[in-house]
């Protein structure tokens, strides 16, 4: 037994089901679920809150069966993308509603919602209305109503995602202190990477209303397993044919282009390279590149961070991900022909074609 547990759980919704089989978590740990809009995130972590009612499975918590018990006996705590504020409830009484249910002495009441209030950053818009806030203040309030109950599992559905770059960057800061001092086990739904990254240390992949894939944070991100994963974080996804294994490296025919890996397969397989492992050059000088191709700079899509370079080679298209610096460096504009170069070990064979789909 686990600290959550989630046995042959499914919800029936008629035209959407949702089906998962298992899912286990300890005391602590922070999952994070990813998987395309529609593939049934929100309606899985509503079921555990208990909005929906499954028509087969359990869900136990601490040890307590929560499969029947109404929303508001689970000890669980959701936040929203939209905080979900009452408007006429000022933002200390809106924090300190879980509280009052829960019957506590007024004064503790007062305290708790002020140090807590102190820690999201959030003291001194107390007495305002939710109306008069910004939206990262409307999020750390809404963080501090949920955790404020201290809930055994605090559940989070796109939590930063209608919130500016800097805010998000603050607020995921904020979580990760919450994770730290309080040991709190979440389960968060993003579509950020950075999310993963700085929170989880474990990852879940939801498609068609069911985990696809889950396991640690490293596993997940080193081996995305199946093909739709590595097509979700952002990955280059091949179609080929293995030609021969010579040296140690398999050559796969994509297209009348030869991609060289050290992975092994056979017959049709799909390919996976991450953007940020196609390197752009003016000159094939990476003697250690296995992969070395002439590509044309199709178009350049710019981000706060990182340029996205679409190369095409022959047939197909290769986008690359590369720093604001070396677009300048190297020139790179559309239409400009460069050396495209690939290691051998970062292009990885993720499965064999129509499998795992
Ligand atoms: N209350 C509901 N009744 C029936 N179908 C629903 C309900 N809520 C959502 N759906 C459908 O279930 C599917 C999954 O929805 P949702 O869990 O919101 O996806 P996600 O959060 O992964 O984007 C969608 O096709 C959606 O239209
Ligand atoms: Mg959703």
Known sequence: MSFLDIDNLEIDLGEFVVRVDELHLSRGDYLVIIGPTGSGKSIFLETIMGFFEPISGTISLDGADLTTLPPEERDVSIVYQDHCL???????????????????????????????????????????????????ELQRASIARAIIVNPRLLLMDEPFSALDQRTKISLRKLIADIRD????????????????????????????GKIIQMGKKEEVINKPSPYFVADFLGANILEGTVKGQVNGLTSVNVNSNIFRTVDCGEGSVILSIRPENIMIAADP????????????????????????????????????AV??????????RTGEEFQVLIKATNVRIIGEK????
């Open 181 to 208: 001092n309080f040991e709190t086990t979440v389960i968060h739904v993003t579509h950020d990477l950075d999310d993963i990254w700085w929170l989880s240390n474990k990852v879940a992949v939801m498609n068609h």
């Open 86 to 136: 009452f408007p006429h409830m000022t933002v200390e009484e809106n924090i300190a509603y879980g509280l009052r249910k829960q019957t506590e002495m007024k004064e503790n009441i007062h305290r708790q919602v002020h140090e807590i209030a102190a820690m999201m950053g959030i003291d001194h818009v107390l007495n305002r209305y939710p109306g008069t806030l910004s939206g990262g």
């Open 323 to 332: 720093t604001p610096g070396a677009v300048t460096e190297l020139g790179i």
């Open 354 to 357: 129509n499998k795992n789909g």
């Open 285 to 320: 000088f990476m003697a250690s590149a296995q992969n070395i191709f002439k590509g044309t700079v199709e178009d350049i899509i710019e981000t706060s961070r990182i340029v996205y370079v679409n190369l095409r080679i022959g047939d197909i298209v290769l986008t690359s």
